[in-house]
């Protein structure tokens, strides 16, 4: 009689690995056909930022009396984080639809591990954030806005860091909240502004309050703009760019093992 052989700890965690990227691999995938069958929407989803360019951009050129180009250099990163920062925090309201309709439910039946559900989902936000970013500097090259192809590539991986992580937060928040969109969006907006505000994305906190530059200090989302106006400059060396990834690789682990133990609890 022959017996099967054993599986060591070590082949039990390279399977369970394997399995886990796999997963991860399919929820990816399924997520990113919508976005591939129908990619306008991520132009459409552009209006608010553009709004920002056009409109804000002429205001601090004229206060600032500096070239157009240095202007741009300054204020474009901070759109781009604003891309980041209102579409991932959005993206939980996505999940909330599918746990209304059922859809998610039947997700958590597949034979799938559950934590690859929300890394799949979070990963597909960089996606929609390396386009966007794309666009929007494309748009204000023309008008003098200095392209540094170093700085912009490694400025772009820095902003998918960051998105996972509030992506994974924002799928965090949906499912606490379950059916009760107005808990979901209240709680969005309450956070979401004060740190836009307090980053000095659009602009600059120098002269601001004391205590404005205290919270601005502990707020990530400040270091990541500081981060991405010293990388789009091709000041790859300044202190700011290794804060940025602190604080962008701090969400992002925090928001991965939030929304992993959310979704694992979820029924």
Do not use: C
């Amino acid at each position: 009689m022959t017996t099967a052989p054993a599986v060591t700890h070590g082949t039990a965690d390279t399977l369970v690995r394997a399995n886990l990227a796999r997963d991860t691999r399919n929820v990816l995938t399924r997520e990113l056909k919508p976005v591939l069958r129908d990619p306008f929407t991520l132009i459409f989803s552009l209006l608010q930022p553009l709004v920002f360019l056009g409109l804000f951009a002429p205001l601090l050129v004229g206060g600032s009396g500096q070239p157009v180009g240095e202007t741009l250099t300054w204020f474009v990163p901070g759109v781009l984080v604003m891309i980041v920062l209102f579409g991932t925090g959005a993206t939980g309201s996505n999940l909330q639809y599918e746990m209304m309709t059922g859809s998610h439910e039947r997700t958590l039946v597949a034979p799938l591990a559950r934590s690859s559900l929300l890394v799949g989902r979070a990963l597909k936000e960089i996606a929609p954030i390396v386009v966007q970013a794309l666009v929007i500097v494309l748009i204000a090259w023309p008008f003098g806005f200095a392209i540094h192809v170093p700085g912009l590539l490694i400025g772009l991986a820095l902003l998918a860091v960051f998105g996972v992580g509030l992506g994974s937060l924002s799928y965090s928040l949906a499912l606490a909240t379950k059916d009760r969109e107005w808990l979901f969006w209240g709680v969005q907006q309450a956070l979401i502004f004060p740190l836009l505000i307090l980053s000095g994305m659009l602009l600059p906190l120098d002269d601001g309050p004391d205590w404005m530059r205290a919270v601005a200090a502990v707020n990530p989302v400040n270091w990541v703009v500081r981060a991405e106006r010293a990388l789009f400059a091709g000041d790859l060396g300044d202190p700011t760019v290794l804060w940025g990834w602190v604080s962008a690789l701090a969400v992002a682990v925090v928001g991965l093992v939030v929304g992993v133990r959310a979704i694992r609890r979820s029924s």
